[in-house]
């Protein structure tokens, strides 16, 4: 079985797979005669053709150390994660290697981050650490295979 060691995310360490959604340093403008900080377009929600839509996804926790087998990927549109509530959950993501994961990454994402993912990114499933959690997710429904599956051979998650 492989290991590999869960990171601490980071903007430039995300990029090849996706955006992060935290607000920025200073706010795009001020809104709502001045009361609200508006931290404008921080992603692109990719469709190709499909809807945009909002849900909210309810998942069991995980600890660390932390085993999968299965990524999966949607080809047709983007895929966003903004926890609802005040917990760190893991990120799993692979680059593609013609057409299949290649070697996972985990990242550590902290209380209030969320992440998009670029279409076609190879990703485990919604991974909250410890307890359960609610996330916000917008994607993309509409025409179109828009879920591959794959198992991988057994990968373990270290803190």
């Known amino acids: 079985m492989t290991s590999i ?40 929600v990719e469709r190709f053709g499909g809807e945009a839509i909002i849900s909210i996804l309810r998942s069991e926790p995980a600890s660390l150390p932390y085993s999968f087998a299965l990524l999966e990927r949607h080809p047709l549109g983007s895929q966003a994660f903004y926890p609802m509530g005040p917990d760190a959950w893991l990120s799993i993501v692979a680059p593609d290697d013609n057409g299949k994961p290649g070697a996972p990454i985990a990242f550590l994402v902290p209380a209030g981050v969320g992440i998009n993912l670029h279409a076609g990114t190879w990703h485990g499933v919604l991974t909250p650490l410890d ?28 803190a």
């Open 5 to 44: 060691k869960a990171r601490p995310i980071s903007a430039e360490e995300f990029a090849p797979f996706g955006e992060l959604l935290i607000p920025r340093d200073v706010p795009t403008r001020m809104i709502n005669e001045g009361r609200c900080e508006r931290h404008h377009a921080l992603a692109t």
């Open 131 to 158: 307890r359960a959690a609610d996330f916000l997710v917008v994607d993309r429904t509409g025409e179109g295979v828009n879920l591959e599956e794959v198992a991988i051979a057994p990968v373990t998650v270290q």
